[in-house]
């Protein structure tokens, strides 16, 4: 088979630098964001003693967990050896890579002492998975930049398939982990669950993956080159799936809590009666971002048409959102549960709904972060040769698959 | 945090001169016995007992000793200012029954917040008093979503008027110390002073691995209980009367 052209855009149109523009103004202002909020102290934003973790985290969590993701694509085509998808690794990769700078960033500007970062990278608590995930984090940041130079250099191309399954491995240990901070939380109900971890690997793998498809799909109209049907009705169904298995997955999370007795008020609230929470839930994570882009996906005309499957990827992204700020804000919102079969009050908001509305600086600063990670990508692409000079369906080659196939690739 | 030889020949000694000199007074002695130069000893476990029935729904002398005491009095919106302790009104739900008690750090054996620290800025004494190092603390709240008991706050916004032997400041997280800087000098901490002086004597303190000082000696013969006792967290602030 042909091998891959992999070719830097060109990247001199107006677009490409009002692009630009437009994201560096709003990371611009992410950062005017952060600033404002560490020079007057957290009272500025929406967060409090009972929501401790607000809009940022949401951004954050959701930028991490994409990150790992995205990143699935690539391993599809280098560990699992399917060769339509190795045009697809690098960008992938790239993604990875800033997806996961994004995140950080947004988590490290919201601190209560961002100055103190440096502490927070010398001094570690062995027994905290958030230093665990300090390591886990850079460590991916190199894993795949390694994973990528191998498939770039062509010297290297030869390891590629270690490379990236270690990428691989590290990538599921990355979105464990990034679970794993809410699973460490059994005081609250929310967080009391082993699905969490895989329950955030399979959110990864959805989320990701329709990032992937946005971008991919912005990219080649943009630029104006090809992007064969085949790749896309691939990775659309693929992303049908993914979406499938997350609520599949939110679906056992609840019906576990709910055998559990102690849960059960926990889950009344966020199925029931919790306000904009319960709304969250069904309108935004189950509705919008589950059923809508199944049917959009998997219907035998509107999954074929280009605007419908980018439109169900966008609608997989808003239940993204609306399912990590359930899980982080819903959680943190119900009360500790500290007297069972007592109704208890306080000067300190014991036994009350938590209150929190997102304010703008914290919104500012997530949006920030997103724009930043995809700045990076768009810089990227036009300085090193990550996108294929055409994805058109004859160029990607649908019909071989295998792992013989990616050994031909490869050589 | 280890002690050599010579520190627990110390410490060992001075458990034994002050059993045999006066027993029932150890607490205070023992703490004074201490050295500043010498390490905390985990010989020691500083504990808190609340007696429930003797708490009454309109004191909150506790709080304001412990405002007072710590430098919390500053005027912040209810939502984020800082409490180190709070009156928690229970009624059942059953019964009807109503009453009150003082929340605050449980001092965790296992504190679960010093677990999840990163930089180990929350960490547990040798002596049970669990502590944040301002110094080293990055304000992640982590060990907010991870302490079972809403112990702590974090600070929103710039402080004015802070006690010198008190160290605050935006950005980190703090909860009740046990008012280590007056147990360190042999004192016993704020709020169980004021309440046994204005209030319902419903605070007792002491080191309750002592099997001589009166938190242990009632400790071993009443009935008490540690809340979320499910957690296994072993908490060294106990409640009677639950
Ligand atoms: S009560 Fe909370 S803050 Fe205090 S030691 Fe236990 S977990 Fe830590
Ligand atoms: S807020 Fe401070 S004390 Fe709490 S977990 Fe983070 S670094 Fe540790």
Known sequence: MKSIDFREIEGRSLGYYALLAFFGVLVLIGLAAAYYMETNGHHVTGMNNQIVWGMPHVFAVFLIVSASGVLNVASIASVFGRVMYKPLTRLSGLLAITLLIGGLCVLVLDLGKPDRLIVAMTIYNFKSIFAWNIFLYTGFIAVVAIYLWMMIERRMNVYTRPAGL?????????????????????????????????????????????????????????????????????????????????????????????????????????????????????????????????????????????????????????????????????????????????????????????????????????IGGVAFALAMATFAIKILPFLPASLADADVDPHQTGTKATEAAHA | MSIDRRQFLAVGGAVVASAALAPGMRLIELAQARSPDQAVSNLQRWGMLVDTTRCSEGCSACVTACNKENGLEQDIRLDIRPQWIRKVTLRDENTGYVQTLPMMCQHCEEPPCADVCPTGASFRRADGIVLVDRHICIGCRYCMMACPYKARSFVHENLTDQRAEIPRGKGTVEACNLCVHRVDEGRIPACVEACNADGGKALAFGDINDPASDIAKRLATQQSAEIRADLDLNTGVRYQGL
């Open chain 1, 166 to 366: 270690l990428a691989f491995i590290w990538r599921l240990t990355l979105t464990t982990g990034t679970g794993s901070i809410f699973g460490f939380l059994i005081a609250r109900q929310a967080y009391d669950s082993a699905l969490l971890a895989p329950m955030f690997i399979i959110m990864s793998f959805a989320f990701g993956l329709a990032i992937f498809i946005l971008y991919t799909m912005s990219a080649y109209s943009l630029t104006g080159r090809p992007l064969g049907d085949e790749i896309l009705r691939r990775l659309k169904n693929l992303l049908g799936v993914f979406v499938a298995s997350v609520l599949y997955f939110v679906l056992v999370y609840h019906l576990t809590n709910l055998y559990m007795t102690a849960h059960h008020d926990f889950e009344k609230f966020i199925l029931l009666d919790g306000g904009v929470y319960t709304a969250l839930f069904w309108i935004g994570q189950v509705l919008i971002g589950g059923v809508l882009p199944l049917v959009i996906l998997y219907h035998p005309r509107l999954g074929h048409s280009r605007r419908m499957i980018a439109l169900g990827a966008a609608l997989v992204l808003v239940g993204a959102f609306c399912q990590i700020y359930v899980i982080i804000i819903g959680g943190q919102a119900f009360p500790l549960l500290l007297f069972p079969g007592k109704v208890v009050s306080s000067s300190f908001f014991d036994g009350v709904i938590g209150q929190y509305r997102p304010s703008l600086p914290e919104i500012a600063l997530g």
